[in-house]
């Protein structure tokens, strides 16, 4: 979040009151600002420097990037100033300075606004802040002056109507702010090359085939935004009236910060929080407006939805006075008892909803004066998918028989997915990519093989042998599902050494059905199996024959003679739910595996 710097003596002068440093940060906290540092105790200070408070802001209360925005909410908020007045001067249009804009514009920084503040009274302070709150707005909502950069003019030094072009770099000479010398737009390029402050702002334009432009009726250049300001109109202490332009590439960046630069500082002219607009001419596009808009928006915001998000019982009128705490202009509304009509100044760009005057009640309020209530009647007890309890069950088996967990990506290419393992795509298996990125991705894997597979061939300089796992998702077509495709939760393992391990990846495969109280099945019981909880005393006519075996299977993917099928059979139904074995040699040499490697994969979702 941004901070800002202020003169302690100056904004407790400006506040009527002179807090201790424990009683300011209650303030601040209270209304939701933070002091960050009090200078005043701090002996690296300069004893001619008064001391600062650094004071964090929140990052969407542009409004409040200055000593003036600070000021004015906190007396608000105490009680010490009502919500300013802010008002346009009502100068005919044709009457109005004007800035006619040229459609060549729209292909470097389509959007512009004006405003001008008359009979300002500048002190050094002032002064500071003013160029600060530029400087402040430029780094946080302007984005380094990529959206929107404001060029400030001394009016007295130019003359309107203006006007708003672009031209090549060549074709634009004037003597930038506090040099001598006059420059072209490709001079003034290489001189601002290696300016610590300005050269970072250069690429914005640098590339375009035009540069943006502002010159006045006597095509005196005033600006070249975003980079500079021309010497000539700059301003300065004696300034009094203070043409203000701003370019953009985002037309709703460039109202906020029109609104926000006129708004805080159009008190120090003579007519308090009252500004002179300017019309803007832009014909090409259609956009042709008077501007600042300085629009106060009205919303009507339900009294039970403030009361029941803070917990409170206030009257309509209780939570206008409560708004009128954080620069808001409340009443309740006289056609429906149970509405509020909000209206939200023109500098609280960040109010975009309800839930955004709910939270400024909440602060009016106090948040230590909240009502303290128990959320159990709209909340729940987390728990984990049972899903997961299987899987954490499988994962912490595996570790504590020596094998490592990984976590390949679930996107592979078609051919590790299919020709590589010698399978087929029968196109009813496999979700595809529209359009990949690269064949790396063009598949969501049907199998978590492929993931091991590439794991191992990465890890080859690895001591052997190997043993991974990995316990995650496949996805699958489903055209039952809404979704025309659905996850399926598996498990699988891969043993790469100097021997094949396919005695290591059947006992892992027991160890972990073991522990999942399913019972292996065998063929002296004639496929009769016993609970894994097999008791002497039980009736063997009773036993209902549930568990596991396995069948030898015969499929490409596998060395013949070394794979079988895992099948489960739970209340009398029988399913496959994996398979294991050695991979064939043809499907080492696709992964680029020099070693025997045995694998398993079994689907999890059957034990739920």
Known sequence: MPTINVDKYRLFEELGEQ?????????????????????EEDETRPKDQAPELAIEIPANRYDMLCFEGIAMYLN????????????????PEDKMQRITVSPETEKVRPYVAGAILRNIKFTPERYESFIGLQDKLHQNLARQRTLVSIGTHDLDT????????ALAPKDINFVPLNQTKKMDGEELMQFYEADKHLGRYLHIIRDKPVYPVIFDANKTVCSLPPIINSDHSKITLDTKNVFIEITATDQTKLDIVCNIMVAMFSKYCDEPFTIEPVKIVSEHNGTTRVTPSLHTRVMDVEVDYLNQC???????????????KM??????????????????????????????????????????????????????????????????????ECAMAGWIEVMPLILCSHEENFEWLNRVDDGQTAVKLANPKSVEYQVVRTSLLPGLLKTLRENKSVRLPLKITE???????????????????????????????????????????????????????????????YKVAENPSEEKGNGYFIKEIDEPTFFQGRAAAIYLRLGGETKRIGEFGVLHPTVLEKFDLRYPVSVLEVNLEVFL
Do not use: W
């Not at 960040?350 to 009502?371: F, K, Q, R, S, T």
């Open 19 to 39: 807090f201790t440093p424990d009683t300011f940060q209650q303030l601040c906290f209270e209304f939701g600002i933070e002091l960050d540092k009090d200078t």
């Open 471 to 533: 316990v995650a998702d496949i996805a699958l077509k489903d055209e039952t599902k809404e979704r025309k495709a659905r996850n399926e939760r598996h498990f699988a393992a891969a043993f790469y050494g100097k021997t094949s391990g396919f005695e290591v990846v059947h006992g892992l495969l027991d160890r972990i059905l073991s522990m999942l109280r399913v019972s292996f099945v065998t063929h002296e019981e004639d496929l009769h199996g016993k609970s894994i909880d």
């Open 76 to 91: 608000i908020f105490r009680g010490k100033q009502s919500t300013p007045d802010f008002k346009l001067l009502d100068i």
């Open 158 to 165: 130019i003359q309107g109507p203006f006007t708003y072009e």
């Open 310 to 324: 803070c917990g409170l019982q206030e009257s309509p009128e209780s939570l206008c006075k409560l708004l009128g």
């Open 327 to 396: 620069a808001y202009t409340a009443v309740p509304d006289k056609e429906a008892a149970k509405l509020i009509k909000v209206s939200v100044p023109p500098t609280r760009a960040d109010v975009l909803h309800a839930c955004d005057v709910m939270e400024d009640v909440a602060i009016a309020y106090g948040y230590n004066n909240l009502p303290r209530t128990s959320p159990n009647q709209a909340s729940t007890i987390g728990k984990p998918l049972m899903i997961n309890k299987v899987s954490d069950i499988v994962r912490n």
